[in-house]
């Protein structure tokens, strides 16, 4: 017999474990590239920085108008609260060539891969709502203090602003997870609660914390599945206790006071929330 009938199959090589992520770690060096290299536009609410050539000005001040509508609506939305780090600052967002996640700094400052510029799906106004509706720097929170935090409704909100938003100011936001929009949200995440997660994310909604997975690189199984059910989650109240009272809920994070806050003004547990919540998208 020849050795090849007694090789044995090749074993699968087994999955890397997952690593962390940090997709703020490089900030800077985009930064200053852009500001050092970049080509820019300012407008009446926004500021613009893109890689050198990568659009033309035309391109670039259309984008300039465009994004001034979208954060002047996110802001009449919003409205103004003591509690805000970011209030009439300009919003600067800086485009870079980088691949990494699309993130807030709560500095008035939005990063934003330029692959998400290119394909549509940059979400400009999720993440301006993010730094209008800080109350401490997002930028200086680690991810093992985020994941203590309720992050339905902080991605959840920031997701509900900026689909509004963008609807009243007659341009489209970015839709990077596919959910739809705001008519579209409740099926989407209904679809994908009967998924094989659905259980563990939905378990999320109205609760602290969140997948852990989310601050890991195997962000993608969990994330299209989160942030849909966030949005739906976050559009259930805002029906039922009002946006402004949504809104006002921020300034109690990281405090424990939010779900207490929800229970108070809806009259009813948490849990009840999450049941008439569920039967309404399903």
């Known amino acids: 017999m020849s050795a090849a009938v007694h090789a044995q199959p090749a074993r699968p090589a087994a999955k890397p474990p997952p690593q962390a992520l940090n997709w703020a ?81 709560g500095r008035a400052a939005v990063l934003i891969p330029l692959a998400r510029l290119q394909d549509g799906r940059a979400p400009f106004l999720h993440e301006a709502g993010h730094e209008l509706l800080a109350r401490a720097s997002i930028g200086s929170v680690s991810p093992q203090r985020r994941i203590q935090n309720p992050l339905w409704l902080m991605e959840g909100l920031a997701d509900y602003v900026g689909q509004t938003a963008a609807a009243q100011a007659g341009m489209v936001e970015g839709d990077v997870f596919a959910v739809g929009g705001l008519g579209g949200v409740d099926r989407t995440c209904a679809t994908r609660l009967g998924g094989p997660i659905g259980e563990d994310i939905s378990r999320f909604m109205g609760a602290p914390g969140g997948p852990p997975a989310l601050f890991t690189t195997d962000r993608q199984t969990v994330a299209p599945t989160f942030y849909a059910c966030a949005f739906s989650f976050t559009k259930f109240l805002v029906g039922r206790i009002g946006l402004q009272e949504t809104i006002a809920l921020m300034p109690l994070i990281p405090a424990d006071g939010v779900h207490a806050r929800i229970e108070s003004l809806a009259t009813k547990p948490m849990s009840a929330i999450r049941a008439e919540w569920l039967a309404a998208i399903k």
């Open 25 to 105: 770690a490089d900030d800077g060096t985009r930064v200053a590239n852009l500001e050092t290299r970049g080509d820019h536009s300012e407008g009446t609410h926004v500021v613009v920085w893109v890689p050198a050539g990568s659009m033309s000005g035309a391109e670039r001040q259309a984008l300039v108008e465009r994004l001034d509508r979208g954060v002047r609506a996110l802001r009449e939305l919003i409205g103004t609260h003591e509690w805000q780090i970011v209030r009439d600052q300009k919003i600067t967002y800086y485009v870079s060539a980088d691949q990494f996640i699309s993130h807030a700094t």
